[in-house]
């Protein structure tokens, strides 16, 4: 299996522009979870889906982000417009979970590192 | 007050010294993972524990559930062991991580 796949690996931009960032987890995992990492913050999550459906996008930080996962394969994660502090890496993360409250373990993706300008 | 909360936050040490990264959490937890990332580098998933032990090489990851409480050890550690060393909890029935603030290990060699 070729892990967690996202892309880009890295993206400069304007401020002001809009971003996409991809992510194609695990065959076979049916949960997906976007993190965003900081110096300051840390890792944090942005939102993450079960089934393609969004369970919890609480950290999202404003309507400026969006999220979609349009199928079991694919999912985006979109800033628009973008701003200097959405500056950071971006994680996508699979794993797949069982309704008895069991979790399996996680598989990262390699990051998107995003500078916005 | 973070749910989760690791000790040290950075630790230096000699090649081989045997090393221990603690972790306490204060939620009710499915299960306890430790995860590691290099310098610039992705994130790997070294363990995920819910009672007990688990080895993996000279990694070894022990949990407490009564005491709410984690250490990730490390023997015979090398260079390469050089790392940010993060443990995190996933909830019951709510698979999401929560992430402690991590723990950077420098082995010198």
């Known amino acids: 299996d070729a892990g967690v796949i996202q892309s880009p690996r890295h993206e400069v931009t304007e401020m002001g522009q809009e971003v996409t960032l991809r992510c194609k987890p695990i065959s076979g995992h049916n949960s997906l979870f976007w993190y965003r990492q900081t110096m300051m913050r840390g890792l944090e999550l942005l939102i993450y889906?079960?089934?393609?459906?969004?369970?919890?996008d609480s950290g999202m930080p404003e309507d400026r982000f969006s999220a979609k996962m349009p199928n079991a394969s694919f999912s985006t994660l979109k800033i628009q417009p973008s701003e200097p502090r959405d500056s950071a890496v971006y994680f996508c993360a699979s794993t797949s979970y069982k309704r008895q409250g069991v979790n399996y373990g996680y598989t990262f993706g390699s990051g998107t590192r995003l500078t916005v300008v | 007050k973070n749910e989760v909360e690791q000790s040290p936050q950075n630790l230096t040490a000699q090649e081989g010294e045997f090393i221990t990264i603690n972790c306490s959490y204060s939620?009710?937890?499915?299960?306890l993972h430790w995860l590691q990332q290099h310098p610039g580098g992705g994130i790997v998933s070294l363990f995920m524990?819910?009672?007990g032990k688990k080895k993996h090489g000279r990694l070894i990851a022990t949990i407490n559930i009564q005491e709410k409480h984690s250490s990730l050890h490390i023997t015979a550690s090398h260079p390469r062991d050089s790392a940010v060393y993060i443990c995190a909890a996933s909830n019951f029935g709510n698979e999401k991580l929560t992430f402690g603030t991590g723990t950077r290990l420098t082995i010198i060699p």
């Open positions: 524990l819910s009672s």
């Open positions: 939620v009710g937890i499915s299960a």
């Open positions: 889906f079960n089934n393609n459906v969004p369970i919890d």
